[in-house]
């Protein structure tokens, strides 16, 4: 479970290596979030090497310049808590919490945009139930 000042992975391309939550914006008055849950997140830390430079004059002009200190909504995709109510009773936890950032959500909620292009790692079946179709096609793997 997420809550707030929780320290989570990016799990996409967009540049951002690590963020923390600040709120959690499904719920209402909830305490903690799970997989598929939207929070509202500050940037900690960001990838370095090739195709991350910030230095340059096409991130800067793009729309996926990312820096430190800034507000995105993020998708919960993976935490160490995990599932573990599927019918047939198993269990699915990770070593990580994992988010994807994501550019805006519409009036009811649902996933409009996402900052990455790509996804690292598998997401969990809850995803497709709770309709997040442009982050399960993006996806390696599904579990």
Excluded at 113 to 137: A, C
Aim: proline fraction near 1%; glycine fraction near 12%; charged fraction near 20%.
């Amino acid at each position: 479970m997420i809550q707030k000042e929780t320290i989570l992975q990016v799990a996409d391309n967009s540049g951002a290596k690590t963020a923390t939550c600040i709120k959690i914006l499904n719920g209402g008055s909830k305490k903690v979030a799970g997989i598929g849950d939207c929070i509202l997140v500050s940037i900690r830390s960001l990838r370095t090497g090739k195709g991350f430079s910030q230095e340059s004059e096409t991130n800067k002009s793009s729309k996926g310049a990312i820096k430190k200190g800034q507000i995105y909504k993020a998708l919960i995709i993976r935490t160490k808590k995990g599932i573990s109510n599927r019918i047939y009773g198993h269990s699915v936890s990770f070593d990580t919490n994992d988010i994807i950032l994501l550019t805006g959500t519409n009036a009811a909620g649902n996933l409009q945009n996402l900052m990455g292009t790509r996804l690292m790692g598998p997401i969990t079946r809850e995803l497709r139930m709770k309709n997040y179709n442009k982050v399960i096609s993006q996806a390696k793997g599904l579990l």
